[in-house]
């Protein structure tokens, strides 16, 4: 199976990182995701991160260097999933794909059906970030 390249944001705000809800007619409708997406041909994954971030909430990000990095197999596609810190520079995100989104801190995460590639991260973030 051919490994897709995908980038996600983690964004802090006082204490809490933001979470998005997946569309319901999408693969793993309604689970919860950091935002980010695929990286299209040419770009750098820093490129389709500020790209990602843009379309799917219409704000601007400074990408930051790598929190981690994950291959997860699904049914349907195989992920290389790279999350990186980033920092909103531009805008309030807005819900223009997403079903719901939400700051959380560590501590809540297990209140969040998130989608399976994240849960190693997930885990990572409680280690470090969590009280």
């Not at 809490?16 to 997946?22: A, D, E, M, S, V």
């Not at 935002?35 to 994954?45: D, H, L, N």
Request: hydrophobic share 40%; with cysteine.
């Amino acid at each position: 199976m051919k490994i897709t390249e995908v980038v996600a944001a983690l964004i802090w705000d006082e204490g809490k990182f933001l979470i998005c809800q997946r569309p319901a007619h999408k693969a793993r409708g309604l689970l919860w995701e950091f935002v980010g997406g695929k990286v299209e041909p040419g770009e750098s994954k820093e490129q389709a991160l500020i790209r990602e971030c843009r379309e799917e909430l219409g704000i601007t990000v400074e990408v930051a260097n790598e929190f981690m990095e994950v291959v997860h197999e699904y049914p349907d596609i195989m992920v290389h999933l790279t999350l990186f810190h980033a920092a909103i520079r531009q805008g309030r995100p807005r819900l223009l794909e997403h079903n719901d989104l939400k700051w959380i801190t560590p501590a809540e995460i297990p209140e969040y059906e998130f989608c399976p590639a994240d849960v190693e991260i997930l885990g990572e973030i409680q280690r470090q970030f969590g009280r």
